[in-house]
């Protein structure tokens, strides 16, 4: 399984020899290095844990730096269940992946504080004519006199965005090595600079 953490930067577009464009986000990704090996003997499961980016050393607590041993001073560490062939210490860049590799993206989508129906769930809201004065916006009827309760599931406002969405069979159209560039073609959840997983 192919594996790399990185930061969203930025969207853009990409020109491909025919000449037509393609939406693009631009990834600043890796190297992400082993920090742990997990084996069925020793941890009843096969996974590598990776750290990625660069934290100030006392910003981190002493099991962790420990748990690092001099490997850096990571400020995210991820895990992926499964064999390797990896050792701690190995650095992994975004090499691993080529032009036209089908991924899965995952990132925190943006938070959006408390919102109403119309923006958190797309209601039309209530008429503007015949008697109505101040529900151009409002939900309407949550349920009927019967019960005397609300239903589990009706939609009504609340707190949108903040929350860790997966994007299955995005394709990548450009790894730039050299600058740790990772081009994807397609929107990514998520603020600049937010932490961003890629699983090929």
């Known amino acids: 399984m192919k594996y790399i953490l990185g930061t969203k930067e930025k969207m853009s577009q990409i020109f491909d020899a025919e000449g037509r464009a393609h939406p693009v986000t631009v990834l600043s990704a ?18 590598v844990q990776v750290g990625y980016g660069e934290k100030k050393e006392s910003r981190i607590n002493k099991p962790l730096l420990g748990h690092f041993k001099k490997l850096g001073n990571f400020a995210y ?29 995952t990132s925190t989508a943006k938070g959006k504080g ?26 309407g009827s949550i349920g009927s006199t019967g019960p005397a309760r609300v239903f589990k599931g009706v939609r009504m406002p609340g707190r949108m965005g903040g929350k860790t969405i997966a994007t299955r069979g995005l394709t990548i159209v450009k790894v730039d090595a050299d600058n740790g560039k990772l081009y ?17």
Not at 31 to 39: G, L, N, S
Not at 79 to 104: A, H, N, Q
């Open 30 to 47: 890796g190297p992400v290095v082993v920090t742990q090996v997990k084996t069925k003997d020793t941890d009843g499961y096969d996974a």
């Open 184 to 200: 994807i073609r397609g929107a990514v959840p998520g603020i600049p600079g937010a932490l961003v997983e890629v699983q090929g």
């Open 77 to 105: 560490v991820k895990e992926y269940r499964g064999e390797s062939d990896s050792k701690v210490g190995d650095k992994l860049d975004i090499s691993i992946f080529s032009e036209g590799d089908k991924v899965k993206v």
């Open 114 to 139: 408390f919102q109403g129906v119309v923006k958190r769930h797309g209601f039309a809201g209530g008429r503007r004519t015949h008697g109505q004065k101040h529900s151009e916006r409002e939900g």
